[in-house]
């Protein structure tokens, strides 16, 4: 006797809603990422892996609070995201809003930051890497800050930060934990935490970061994002990584002459995105954000 009906694996399929791509040629293509999934960003920044990351988050804000401004398709307005929530290892707070000011437009921009919230690891993970004194020195953050109440983690006093990256992957997977369900989760980045590896940090704990994230995000409904700044074609290769969250979304970009033409290819999700033919999509980076603007069948 099987453990299975046909209506009950129906209706539990049916249970998984999907959340936008945030954008409108995706959405008119897709149903969207199913609710609960990992997802590995790749490519390098001038591809628009970070531009794409920024402009999801803030379109999946502007349908959450403002669906008569969103452009694209939403199948199920209830599995949106209600908060983002960034958390950035090797970029400090003031650099990354910075950088979302400079992609997205006015509106996205403000939208996205009335619902966002960074989580900066920055400072707590500079101080782990055998940086020269001096320099960090003089990155190292005004105390007066500290001591007038910026307690990011970050931020917070040396004794206060973890002594080990073990402990600093520790206080991510905590922060990821205490806010993950219902949200959006961008992770910047697994490049960093590869980086790491050279200073102590065991790529077996790298990749039970990314499992636990795999794992978890099933249950919070949500959507995971992990930053990773490689060559599509290195982590496509890599049966590893490749495979270690539910999909992958790769970002490449073509130098010819004094162009660089971007493109975007769609990994199947386990099979969830994959009953249409695969196209690679141009793409643009555009004064209101990250665009799909056409796309080419393989």
């Given at each position: 006797?099987?453990?299975e009906?046909?209506?009950?694996?129906?209706?539990?399929?049916?249970?998984i809603?999907?959340?936008?791509?945030?954008s409108?040629t995706?959405?008119?293509?897709?149903d969207?990422?199913p609710?609960?999934?990992?997802?590995?960003?790749?490519?390098?920044?001038?591809?628009?892996?970070?531009?794409?990351?920024?402009?999801?988050?803030?379109?999946l804000?502007?349908?959450r609070?403002?669906p008569?401004?969103?452009?694209?398709?939403?199948?199920?307005?209830?599995v949106?995201?209600?908060?983002v929530?960034?958390?950035?290892?090797?970029?400090?707070?003031?650099?990354?809003?910075?950088?979302?000011?400079?992609?997205?437009?006015?509106r996205?921009?403000?939208?996205?930051?009335?619902?966002?919230?960074?989580?900066?690891?920055?400072?707590?993970?500079l101080?782990?890497?055998?940086?020269?004194?001096?320099?960090?020195?003089?990155?190292?953050p005004?105390?007066?800050a500290?001591r007038?109440?910026?307690?990011?983690?970050g931020?917070?006093?040396a004794?206060?930060?973890?002594?080990s990256?073990?402990?600093?992957?520790?206080?991510?997977?905590?922060?990821?934990?205490?806010?993950?369900?219902?949200?959006m989760?961008?992770?910047d980045?697994?490049?960093a935490?590869n980086?790491?590896?050279?200073?102590?940090?065991?790529?077996?704990d790298?990749?039970?970061?990314?499992?636990?994230?795999?794992?978890?995000?099933?249950?919070?409904?949500?959507?995971?994002?992990?930053?990773?700044?490689?060559?599509?074609?290195t982590?496509?290769?890599?049966e590893?990584?490749?495979?270690?969250?539910?999909?992958?979304?790769?970002?490449?970009?073509?130098?010819?002459?004094?162009?660089?033409?971007k493109?975007?290819?769609?990994g199947?999700?386990?099979?969830?995105?994959?009953r249409?033919?695969?196209?690679?999509?141009?793409?643009?980076?555009?004064?209101?954000?990250?665009?799909?603007?056409s796309?080419?069948?393989?």
């Amino acid at each position: 006797m099987t453990d299975e009906t046909p209506i009950g694996a129906k209706r539990a399929s049916r249970s998984i809603g999907r959340i936008p791509f945030g954008s409108a040629t995706l959405d008119g293509r897709f149903d969207g990422i199913p609710a609960g999934s990992a997802v590995l960003l790749v490519g390098a920044p001038d591809a628009g892996t970070d531009a794409y990351a920024h402009t999801h988050a803030a379109q999946l804000m502007t349908a959450r609070y403002h669906p008569g401004l969103y452009g694209g398709r939403v199948s199920d307005p209830a599995v949106l995201p209600d908060e983002v929530h960034y958390v950035t290892l090797d970029r400090s707070r003031r650099h990354l809003l910075h950088e979302m000011d400079a992609v997205l437009g006015p509106r996205r921009f403000n939208t996205l930051t009335e619902h966002l919230h960074v989580e900066d690891f920055s400072e707590a993970f500079l101080d782990l890497t055998p940086m020269p004194a001096a320099l960090r020195r003089a990155g190292r953050p005004d105390e007066t800050a500290v001591r007038n109440g910026d307690r990011r983690p970050g931020a917070t006093a040396a004794e206060h930060r973890p002594a080990s990256f073990d402990e600093l992957l520790d206080a991510v997977a905590d922060y990821v934990a205490s806010v993950g369900d219902g949200n959006m989760v961008v992770f910047d980045s697994l490049t960093a935490l590869n980086g790491a590896t050279a200073f102590g940090l065991s790529q077996a704990d790298v990749a039970g970061f990314l499992a636990g994230l795999q794992s978890a995000a099933e249950s919070w409904d949500g959507v995971v994002s992990v930053l990773h700044h490689a060559r599509p074609e290195t982590v496509r290769a890599d049966e590893i990584v490749n495979t270690a969250l539910h999909g992958c979304l790769y970002f490449y970009t073509n130098d010819s002459g004094t162009t660089a033409q971007k493109t975007m290819r769609i990994g199947e999700f386990g099979g969830a995105l994959s009953r249409r033919r695969q196209v690679v999509y141009d793409t643009q980076v555009t004064e209101s954000g990250f665009v799909v603007s056409s796309n080419r069948r393989v």
